[in-house]
T-cell receptor, first 114, second 113 residues
Framework: DVKVTQSSRYLVKRTGEKVFLECVQDMDHENMFWYRQDPGLGLRLIYFSYDVKMKEKGDIPEGYSVSREKKERFSLILESASTNQTSMYLC?????????????FGPGTRLTVT | AQTVTQSQPEMSVQEAETVTLSCTYDTSESDYYLFWYKQPPSRQMILVIRQEAYKQQNATENRFSVNFQKAAKSFSLKISDSQLGDAAMYFCAYRTRNNDMRFGAGTRLTVKP
């Protein structure tokens, strides 16, 4: 079974702090994704990566950056956390670029910025 | 830009009954994939069913089936013989040519015993 893990289930940070969210997948997937999930808005794509050291902006990249130094690991960075970044963050991975490939999701990190 | 609309924020069904969750989408593409994902409370999101746009036959996975109407850009999910474990948030999603997934806002399904 594909396993996608995220470093924390719950995280509380202060405004202005630098925040790192880590995601690891164990199935050698090429693609990895970061979403944020907000009530009434569904999931919105922040960034995705289709290869090591490659990244593409999603719909809402402002205030975020990402890092993919190894194939299995994809990090989301909040350079200076703000209260409007309080949300559930979901990481996902998929095998390749074919549209048929499903995305496998991690359990999510619920981030609260105070 | 592709958009996905789930018009039912919440739905409720009696155990063993059938429920249909609605989804519409907007696209100018002819070849795409559609998905239904399930997110149980405090648990990971998992794939329920997928549909390839070029296939006319509706996808089926055990108690889950879809009604795919390409011309109407509609992709509804039917859950038959509902079980307590079906209670979850359900997301409809569309996969673009650029390989990113567009999600609807979700429908929260409650199953009453």
């Amino acid at each position: 079974d594909v396993k996608v893990t995220q470093s924390s289930r719950y995280l509380v940070k202060r405004t202005g702090e630098k925040v790192f969210l880590e995601c690891v997948q164990d199935m050698d997937h090429e693609n990895m994704f970061w979403y944020r999930q907000d009530p009434g808005l569904g999931l919105r794509l922040i960034y995705f990566s289709y290869d090591v050291k490659m990244k593409e902006k999603g719909d809402i990249p402002e205030g975020y950056s990402v890092s993919r130094e190894k194939k299995e690991r994809f990090s989301l960075i909040l350079e200076s956390a703000s209260t409007n970044q309080t949300s559930m963050y979901l990481c996902a991975s998929s095998l390749g670029l074919r549209q048929t490939y499903e995305q496998y999701f991690g359990p999510g990190t619920r981030l609260t910025v105070t | 830009a592709q958009t996905v609309t789930q018009s039912q924020p919440e739905m409720s069904v009696q155990e063993a009954e059938t429920v249909t969750l609605s989804c519409t989408y907007d696209t100018s593409e002819s070849d795409y994939y559609l998905f239904w994902y399930k997110q149980p409370p405090s648990r990971q999101m998992i794939l329920v069913i997928r549909q390839e746009a070029y296939k006319q036959q509706n996808a089926t996975e055990n108690r889950f089936s879809v009604n795919f109407q390409k011309a109407a850009k509609s992709f509804s999910l039917k859950i038959s013989d509902s079980q307590l474990g079906d209670a979850a948030m359900y997301f409809c999603a569309y996969r673009t040519r650029n390989n990113d997934m567009r999600f609807g806002a979700g429908t929260r399904l409650t199953v009453k015993p």
